[in-house]
């Protein structure tokens, strides 16, 4: 051992016998932690330079996290197939065209695979180009999906703020011809029902509308070929002040100030859905525009449905600062966010021109992007919205003529995210999380008893019960008992020679309080055990 | 439409009609089919060569696929959290410097990831690397992992034979230092009990030990420096006669013929597993070298468990003429083949010296690897073995001396082939597979009823029943007879007015003999649907 080593675990005693004594350990602990810290990178540059790591932005998620991530999957899993959701697993790589041209300037983030003498590949950027792909190349009409997958994106890694390269998302779209906003209606509900099994804490769903922006855009003056960049701008309204955005629009855009101006007066607007709706169509100006008109007869059928059919309406704010930054977008958009992470006096101050208030506690807490994380939060958790043009690009692009649009809506849960917020309850809560599900421990008191542990625990497996025994001849009982506690394995299984000879095995709880001399656990006859312990599990 | 069109569709009511009368429609069928291929080819072909498809080597799942496969891994991650493991999700891609020097000759299949400025990555080839990464990298001493995902190798695709650039593995490991068989014993029953569960059909798992083999190589005279490259030929009589892989050995590795010859005496060897012990434990040349002797010492303690504590020996045949191409196996090897797959007159008439059977048969299908696929059957539906210093190598190259090695055993189960098996036997059984879960499909017979239609199924998915509509405000009942028939979904909810009037609905079985009159379904009341439609779900 090296003398960093020793002065390690001269620190672990010493911090393990303050804790015991109850007394301050952390300066201890802080030594401890630097002396590790340092350990780890000189470990790290091994000779010519190999490293032991993963790539940049990519993580391993070790079994609790693992475990963590698949009872979020098994519980989003069972919200799908309860609506009726089939899965799809397309390749983790497409052609390059296929993902070329759909992501505007985020396109540089795309990961390609070496030219190694083929075909031009590159790792999926998101789920819903490759779903687009799946339904034009099938020549399919009408589909629910879901499909929880890893995506790829070259981006700046910021791991504190859980931006990877490498992350899960977890998508459900309805494609199909219907009538309008009730498949949307039900992918509302589907998002309400994931937010809330996942029991992440209180959120609100900002819904808007492509359509009704467009009208808005219209009637201040946009000129056509500057909407999707002006739009772009606006979406920007939950990080930046209105100032800030609206310079964005005038000085970087172009935009005549006037007309930012116009802009400005409607992005403000935000609340209780049926509260904006009537406002929205009490402004005579706007309803002159067909497009916006289009948009809200669409909200006025969705409101119905969210609060008569599915009572999910309280859930949603009616936000007209929501633009979401991707271009297929046709219909209604909407982001779902925690309430810790919805900024508390949002961009209302925007539509009166009073930017001061947001701009001053944006200016506080800035990332390395000018992107105010304090005011975001672990920002939004869901996002999605309908995208009816899309699978027909493709379609359309490879040459085939369909006589039939195939109009989509989808959402994304921002899995990473949901695990964030899950993982930091859980530290709050200074729980050990388990990382495997282990129900029995079979351990040897006395003789090492290895044949008869392999004998029992067969039965126990044969039955379906967890089990688990040291791989050791000849276990010493502190080593057994200390895994079956790290491990918080709920039962123990103790063999002992005496006890086996009668036929007999005694079966402990863990974690449980017992009075003085019960401590021994019961005894049950062997060939009972199956039962006994299937009734208590 | 186009005349192709018009012309698939006449054949499509020919063919009904047909089929109505029970007469023979084969012609129409086939003229039908080619039709729609030369389609799908003329889709293909975009403007400007834009193709819509997946790149070569890899595929979607559709949703039939996607759920049977869900199905298998369900199954086998069952098993194995029974038996203690834990789940780890480690990047699809790593370090190229992690990959290199791994695979031997195969290291050109790697995929690499382009050099866009940063690191150089390749895709995971395997997850026994990563693994042994991740050991090594965290200073793990024990760990039993399962880990299921997708893997990459930039081979020949041959998709009828299931042979893909992309495609699942499903590996078990258990990593740590302990007494002599004891995990080794629990992978073999692990093995057994997925292959079991799984219902592939009787199987064989064929075993061997690399000191075995090494004892045998040294024994014969070969030189230590081609002991690995006389290994992989020796590996191949699974697929060749024994003429052919002599004349690798000699003519193509430089062996002398007579030490050829002498392993030619023992490869041969193979059969149940106690017998082969008694015939090697028997051979006194053999045990006089060390290396020998410790492997037949370590079967005899593998039997011993397999058969005593298990009671899985059965199972098993100990076959000198497996070897396993992988560098770095240290002690067992195994492969587990479906009784199908495993050539009926094996490599026995090898250690005769007679190759005319087997050499004749081989001849008859050889693919474009020379590989004879109809011995071979469906191949190996599993293998793996125990290798005690990967995860060392990696510690030591990156400069980290430890004191302690971490042997490892583990698994990894064929899965695509699972899946071919199990895919096979129900187009044998021709079964439509489902696609989805749905239990009831929520209709309305007269009136549309779309509201109501939305709070009833609000009603079951409250309930975790797994219900669908259909998404239009009037639809036609025979289009939504069709989708509920289609989907194979077991329960018909049924809204009319004059019922609902009543607070009432009728509840169909589908797919259930009646007698006449009968084939309405069961009027419940609506507030005690759900309890009806638990009670038979």
Same mark, same amino acid.
């Given at each position: 051992?090296?003398p960093?080593?020793?002065?390690?675990?001269?620190?672990?005693?010493?911090?393990?016998?303050?804790?015991?004594a109850?007394?301050?350990?952390? /300066?201890?602990?802080?030594?401890?932690?630097a002396?590790k810290? #340092? #350990? +780890?990178k000189?470990?790290?540059d091994?000779?010519?330079?190999? #490293?032991?790591?993963?790539?940049?932005?990519?993580?391993?998620?070790?079994?609790?996290a693992?475990?963590?991530?698949?009872?979020?999957?098994n519980?989003?899993?069972?919200i799908?197939?309860?609506?009726?959701?089939?899965?799809? !697993?397309?390749?983790?790589f497409?052609?390059?065209?296929?993902?070329?041209?759909?992501?505007?300037?985020?396109?540089k983030l795309?990961?390609?695979?070496?030219?190694?003498?083929?075909?031009?590949?590159?790792l999926?950027?998101d789920?819903?180009v490759p779903?687009?792909?799946y339904?034009?190349?099938?020549?399919?009409t009408?589909?629910?999906?879901?499909?929880?997958? /890893?995506?790829?994106?070259?981006?700046?890694?910021?791991?504190?703020?859980?931006?990877?390269?490498?992350?899960?998302?977890?998508?459900f779209?309805?494609?199909?011809n219907?009538?309008a906003?009730?498949? !949307?209606?039900?992918?509302?509900?589907?998002?309400?029902?994931?937010?809330?099994?996942?029991?992440?804490?209180?959120? +609100?769903? /900002?819904?808007?509308?492509?359509?009704?922006?467009?009208?808005?855009?219209?009637?201040?003056?946009?000129p056509?070929?500057?909407?999707?960049?002006?739009?772009?701008?606006?979406?920007?309204?939950?990080?930046?002040?209105?100032?800030d955005?609206?310079?964005?629009?005038?000085?970087?855009?172009?935009?005549?100030?006037?007309?930012?101006?116009r802009?400005?007066?409607?992005?403000?607007?935000?609340?209780?859905?049926?509260?904006?709706?009537?406002?929205l169509?009490?402004?005579?100006?706007?309803n002159?525009?067909?497009?916006?008109?289009?948009?809200?007869?669409?909200?006025?059928?969705?409101? !119905?449905?969210?609060?008569n059919?599915?009572?999910?309406?309280?859930r949603?704010?009616?936000?007209m600062?929501?633009?979401?930054?991707? !271009?297929?977008?046709?219909?209604?958009?909407?982001?779902?966010?925690?309430?810790?992470?919805a900024p508390?006096?949002?961009?209302?101050?925007?539509?009166?021109?009073?930017a001061?208030?947001?701009?001053?506690?944006?200016?506080?807490?800035?990332?390395?992007?000018?992107?105010?994380?304090?005011?975001?939060? $672990?920002?939004s958790?869901?996002?999605?919205?309908r995208?009816?043009?899309?699978?027909n690009?493709?379609?359309?692009?490879?040459?085939?003529?369909?006589?039939?649009?195939?109009?989509?809506?989808?959402?994304s849960?921002?899995?990473?995210?949901?695990?964030?917020?899950?993982?930091?309850?859980?530290?709050?809560?200074?729980?050990?999380?388990?990382?495997?599900?282990?129900?029995?421990?079979v351990?040897?008191?006395?003789?090492?008893?290895?044949?008869?542990?392999?004998?029992?625990?067969?039965?126990?497996?044969?039955?379906?019960?967890k089990?688990?025994?040291?791989?050791k001849?000849?276990?010493?009982?502190p080593?057994?008992?200390?895994?079956?506690?790290?491990?918080? $394995?709920?039962?123990?299984?103790?063999?002992?020679?005496?006890?086996?000879?009668?036929?007999i095995?005694?079966?402990?709880?863990?974690?449980v309080?017992?009075?003085?001399? #019960?401590?021994?656990?019961?005894?049950?006859?062997?060939?009972?055990v199956?039962?006994?312990?299937?009734?208590?599990?």
């Amino acid at each position: 051992m090296s003398p960093v080593d020793d002065r390690i675990k001269e620190l672990q005693e010493k911090i393990k016998a303050l804790k015991v004594a109850k007394q301050d350990a952390s /300066k201890e602990v802080d030594e401890m932690k630097a002396l590790k810290a #340092q #350990q +780890t990178k000189d470990k790290k540059d091994g000779p010519a330079g190999f #490293q032991l790591k993963v790539p940049k932005g990519t993580l391993d998620h070790k079994p609790a996290a693992a475990l963590l991530r698949k009872k979020i999957f098994n519980t989003l899993e069972n919200i799908f197939t309860t609506h009726g959701a089939e899965t799809i !697993d397309t390749p983790v790589f497409e052609l390059k065209d296929i993902l070329a041209g759909k992501y505007g300037e985020d396109s540089k983030l795309i990961y390609d695979l070496q030219d190694q003498g083929g075909e031009l590949c590159s790792l999926r950027y998101d789920l819903t180009v490759p779903f687009a792909r799946y339904v034009a190349m099938n020549g399919i009409t009408s589909m629910k999906r879901y499909h929880i997958a /890893k995506v790829y994106r070259r981006d700046q890694p910021v791991m504190s703020k859980g931006r990877m390269r490498e992350f899960y998302q977890c998508d459900f779209d309805i494609a199909g011809n219907y009538d309008a906003m009730v498949p !949307d209606a039900e992918i509302m509900l589907i998002l309400t029902e994931c937010l809330e099994q996942l029991e992440i804490g209180d959120f +609100t769903i /900002k819904i808007n509308h492509r359509k009704i922006l467009d009208g808005i855009f219209e009637l201040a003056g946009v000129p056509a070929d500057k909407i999707r960049a002006i739009s772009s701008a606006v979406d920007k309204l939950d990080k930046l002040p209105w100032a800030d955005v609206k310079k964005e629009m005038t000085v970087e855009k172009g935009l005549d100030p006037v007309i930012a101006d116009r802009i400005g007066e409607y992005v403000g607007i935000k609340g209780e859905g049926r509260e904006v709706l009537a406002r929205l169509q009490g402004d005579e100006k706007l309803n002159s525009i067909p497009s916006a008109k289009a948009g809200l007869d669409d909200m006025a059928i969705l409101f !119905d449905y969210l609060e008569n059919c599915y009572g999910i309406l309280g859930r949603f704010s009616f936000d007209m600062s929501l633009a979401r930054g991707l !271009d297929y977008y046709t219909g209604i958009i909407y982001e779902a966010v925690t309430d810790g992470s919805a900024p508390a006096a949002p961009a209302a101050a925007a539509a009166e021109g009073d930017a001061k208030t947001k701009g001053k506690k944006a200016a506080k807490v800035v990332n390395e992007d000018g992107v105010d994380e304090s005011a975001v939060g $672990v920002g939004s958790i869901a996002a999605g919205g309908r995208y009816d043009n899309l699978v027909n690009m493709f379609a359309e692009a490879a040459g085939s003529k369909r006589s039939e649009l195939v109009p989509c809506v989808g959402v994304s849960i921002g899995v990473e995210r949901v695990y964030a917020i899950l993982e930091q309850r859980r530290r709050a809560e200074a729980a050990k999380p388990r990382s495997k599900e282990t129900q029995v421990y079979v351990m040897a008191l006395g003789g090492g008893l290895l044949p008869e542990r392999m004998k029992f625990a067969k039965q126990l497996w044969d039955a379906g019960i967890k089990a688990e025994f040291m791989y050791k001849a000849k276990p010493k009982a502190p080593a057994q008992w200390a895994v079956a506690d790290n491990d918080q $394995v709920r039962y123990v299984a103790i063999l002992a020679p005496a006890e086996l000879a009668k036929g007999i095995v005694r079966i402990k709880e863990q974690g449980v309080e017992r009075e003085a001399g #019960q401590d021994n656990g019961e005894e049950v006859e062997i060939d009972k055990v199956v039962e006994y312990l299937k009734q208590r599990l």
